[in-house]
T-cell receptor, first 117, second 115 residues
């Protein structure tokens, strides 16, 4: 149980284009989804938190107009990198959690490697 | 603000030898603590977690970790390392629901296994 998928696993795009990454919870309802970014040989940095049906909450320094997050259903959240540039190339990982009593553990997706040429 | 420190950026260990990865945290409330492993180009796999109770926690792949409140530490151990344990290891502290259940990660420790 608690499986999270991401699509695509890899994407290469030209500078200036937009890229959408999907994050799905396959066997549970994800009331909250998180988006992380990981540069090579670095740790994960939280970009934003999204609750189903609400606007995402972005961490300090993350441009919300650049990284559009939608969490329209309890099983799907999307991250759209708008007008991507080479510096946006990174590994993007999502996680999902289900509201319950106690701590709501996060379950991670396999990640999406974005390369912007 | 919360923080997680993994003092060792790299550790090299011989196959069959024991391994200990250090993790220190700073958090004002009762911490929820996690260890994850990440192979190159892959997502995170949960090794073990501590929420409460017994401070010695057993995880998958033969790993264990001990929570020491007095030292604000949650060190990961494995008695005998296998070549497949070569990977990046991340310690994380989970915040309370009131703080959004966010995770704060340490910088990671890369483990290299010598044959």
């Amino acid at each position: 149980g608690a499986v999270v998928s991401q699509h695509p696993s890899r994407v290469i795009c030209k500078s200036g284009t937009s890229v959408k990454i999907e994050c799905r919870s396959l066997d549970f309802q994800a009331t909250t989804m998180f988006w992380y970014r990981q540069f090579p040989k670095q740790s994960l940095m939280l970009m934003a938190t999204s609750n189903e049906g609400s606007k995402a909450t972005y961490e300090q320094g993350v441009e919300k107009d650049k990284f559009l997050i939608n969490h329209a259903s309890l099983t799907l959240s999307t991250l759209t990198v708008t007008s991507a540039h080479p510096e946006d190339s990174s590994f993007y990982i999502c996680s999902a959690s289900q509201r319950g009593r106690g701590y709501n553990e996060q379950f991670f997706g396999p990640g999406t490697r974005l390369t912007v040429l | 603000a919360q923080s997680v420190t993994q003092p060792d950026i790299h550790i090299t260990v011989s196959e069959g030898a024991s391994l200990e990865l250090r993790c220190n945290y700073s958090y004002g409330a009762t911490p929820y603590l996690f260890w994850y492993v990440q192979s190159p180009g892959q997502g995170l796999q949960l090794l073990l977690k501590y929420f409460s109770g017994d401070t010695l926690v057993q995880g998958i792949k033969g790993f264990e970790a001990e929570f020491k409140r007095s030292q604000s530490s949650f060190n990961l151990r494995k008695p005998s390392v296998h070549w497949s344990d070569a990977a990046e290891y991340f310690c994380a502290v989970g915040l309370t629901k009131a703080a959004g259940n966010k995770l704060t990660f340490g910088g990671g420790t890369r483990v290299l296994v010598k044959p």
